[in-house]
């Protein structure tokens, strides 16, 4: 079993910043991608960025790139996202995830999820 954490999230005014960790603890997989999503009230839960273990790689939607960064310490097994520029559109629980492997943009791919940490993003 993975045990992931979240923590972070908060209120702030249209164009503030706000910085997502999540703790990993439990079983670790030798590799594997971690990734956030979110889910806004009444909408599905849709993807919003992922990195690989190795390299750094990262992958995001289109609708956070260039304003979020995901990033990641391997020894801490802790995931990092900064959101910059925030819109109201940005309002939604943010949840963490783990998946053995490659990263992927589809939810039903991870295995472990975290609890979310609740962003809002005021006009």
């Known amino acids: 079993q993975v045990q992931l954490v979240e923590s972070g999230g908060g209120l702030v005014q249209t164009g503030g910043s706000l910085r997502l960790s999540c703790a990993a603890s439990?079983?670790?997989?030798?590799?594997?991608?971690m990734a956030w999503f979110r889910q806004a009230p009444g909408k599905e839960r849709e993807f919003v960025a992922a990195?690989?273990?190795?390299?750094?790689?990262?992958l995001y939607a289109d609708s956070v790139k260039g304003r979020f960064t995901i990033s990641r310490d391997n020894a801490e097994n802790t995931v990092y996202m900064q959101m910059n520029s925030l819109k109201p559109e940005d309002t939604a629980v943010y949840y963490c995830?783990?998946?053995?492997?490659?990263?992927?943009?589809?939810?039903?791919?991870?295995?472990?999820w975290g609890q979310g940490t609740q962003v809002t993003v005021s006009s």
């Open positions: 995830a783990v998946r053995p492997g490659l990263y992927s943009r589809k939810s039903y791919e991870y295995d472990y």
């Open positions: 990195i690989r273990r190795s390299g750094g790689i990262t």
């Open positions: 439990g079983r670790v997989f030798p590799s594997y991608a």
